[in-house]
């Protein structure tokens, strides 16, 4: 089982940036792929952000051009990079595994973005 702490949320005005920190347990390295995930209040959570083993990565087309994902192994660590945040991007952001059962979710880091 692997436990990730997710960090580097915050209030911004939109047009701004941050970068979401999630620190796995263990090693991630062995992991076919990761991701970053979101849930507003009232909606479902959903997948923003894919990065495979490999390298490849994903991203729906409400983030593509926005967002970016990026893995350190050695650090354990899972990075998102969002640009020019919207008002829509707000939400609590979490990771866990992108491929088979989810591990158990952590508490996730909150992105409000208003002016």
């Known amino acids: 089982q692997v436990q990730f702490v997710e960090s580097g949320g915050g209030l911004v005005q939109p047009g701004e940036s941050l970068k979401l920190s999630c620190a796995a347990s263990?090693?991630?390295?062995?992991?076919?792929?990761m991701g970053w995930y979101r849930q507003a209040p009232g909606k479902q959570r959903e997948l923003v952000a894919r990065?495979?083993?490999?390298?490849?990565?994903y991203y729906p087309a409400s983030v593509k051009g926005r967002f970016a994902i990026s893995r350190d192994d050695g650090k354990n660590t899972l990075y998102l990079q969002i640009n020019d945040l919207k008002p829509e991007d707000t939400a609590v952001y979490y990771c866990n595994i992108a491929v088979g059962p989810f591990y158990s979710w952590g508490q996730g880091t909150q992105v409000s973005v208003s002016s």
């Open positions: 990065i495979h083993k490999g390298g490849s990565v």
């Open positions: 263990t090693s991630i390295f062995s992991l076919p792929a």
